[in-house]
């Protein structure tokens, strides 16, 4: 992975900022409130300030001044892992988001006549009345709704700067190397178990450097591969054995995840051939179609069809947005509108699956970066036959 400078990175997070403010300036929001606690995660914390969870993150335009203020539970963590911010310690607002929010923003002395703060469009209604109070005797107007600024940085965080497409393809290198193992520890039969394919996952990632797991990893064998998301995540069954075992895993560095499926091929009968090779068909066919200025929805119209002359129905999408979170904007599918579009920087996941309660299931899922002519194949997932 390319070495980045703190300089640099700072770089990097001030010019996020810029566009959070920016917007704000243009929209006239004069303060926007992101929260990531338990109740309510949201990595637009991580994304603008490095910290990694249990924060609020506060953007504030007073005048001619911008302030972004980091609110964290973990101070010490904060001053560890935050980029270009200011950090106030939670505990001096007994730990309350409302009182925390009221009292920063009357401490930057607002003069505006109309003073207008979006807090997350996810904020329970209790919480937005008690939000109301908190703010009512400085005349904040309290702006809770859809089309707002934090949907703004849901769209800004689509297209990956250059720190995050570095980030994400260490997570991909991290996990083409355990695909490596994993192949070898089958060839070598000392895999046996769904168990032990994902315990030897969390194990490698954390010899690379990598923080977790992107998600709970699924590896489900021949009896359960059915399902497109296996409940357990994993058991204590064979894996693989004769048939179609299915293994979906993610590792995050630095905040970025992952996202691949590989699919073991033992012994099949004719019908579970084809399965396979219609969704190998799949995901070549619509690959080139992953790319910047095309319409998201052609990709997924092509996978579509190629099911559709088989009489067979692709029962998820086919694929979605990664990177601070496991599913992120946008969804590749046939029915997204006709002007949404693939656009340069994004990375997004091309999985095409196909799933039977009698033969079993078969997906083949990798990570594409979309280029300024084209795209990258950034994780080397594959159907490994035996």
Not at 25 to 36: C, G, H, K, L, W
Not at 170 to 193: M, P, T
Request: net charge negative.
């Amino acid at each position: 992975m390319k070495q980045f400078t703190e300089q640099e990175i700072a770089s990097i997070y001030s010019a996020r900022k810029e566009k959070l403010f920016e917007y704000m300036s243009q929209n006239a929001i004069t303060a926007a409130v992101f929260e990531d606690c338990e109740e309510r995660r949201n990595p637009a914390v991580r994304y603008f300030t490095g910290h990694p969870s249990d924060a609020l993150f506060i953007a504030c335009i007073a005048g001619k001044t911008k302030h972004s203020i980091l609110v964290p539970w973990d101070e010490n963590l904060a001053k560890e892992q935050s980029v270009d911010v200011k950090i106030v310690p939670y505990n001096k607002y007994d730990r309350k988001n409302t009182k925390t929010v009221a009292e920063l923003l009357k401490s930057f002395k607002i003069t505006d006549q109309r003073k207008k703060v979006e807090i997350p469009p996810t904020t329970p209604y209790p919480l937005f009345l008690k939000y109301v109070e908190a703010l009512s005797a400085d005349e904040w107007d309290v702006l809770c709704r859809e089309k707002s600024t934090h949907d703004f940085v849901v769209d800004l965080r689509a297209q990956k700067d250059e720190y995050e497409i570095e980030c994400t393809k260490e997570a991909a290198r991290v996990g083409d190397i355990i695909i490596s193992e994993i192949e070898r520890g089958i060839r070598e039969n000392w895999l046996h178990k769904e168990m032990d394919v994902a315990l030897l996952i969390e194990s490698e990632l954390r010899k690379h450097g990598c923080e977790r797991t992107g998600f709970d990893t699924l590896a489900a064998g021949p009896a359960r591969s059915w399902a497109i998301h296996a409940f357990p995540g994993y058991t204590d069954a064979p894996w693989p054995s004769d048939g179609l075992s299915i293994l979906d895993f993610g590792v995050v560095y630095k905040g970025y995840t992952s996202d691949t499926t590989l699919t073991v091929a033992k012994n099949l009968s004719a019908e579970q051939e084809k399965l396979v090779a219609l969704v190998e068909k799949a995901a070549q066919e619509a690959l080139p179609l992953y790319k910047a200025g095309s319409p998201i929805k052609k990709a997924g119209e092509a996978a579509d069809l190629i099911f559709k002359k088989a009489k067979r129905v692709m029962p998820h999408t086919l694929g979605h947005g990664i990177g601070l979170e496991i599913h992120e904007f946008p969804r590749v599918s046939a029915k997204q509108p006709d002007d949404l579009l693939f656009k340069e920087g994004m990375i997004v996941t091309l999985e095409p699956g196909l799933y039977d309660a009698n033969l079993g299931g078969v997906r083949l899922e990798n990570d594409v970066l979309i280029t300024k002519n084209g795209n990258e194949v950034i994780t080397h997932s594959k159907i490994i036959r035996l």
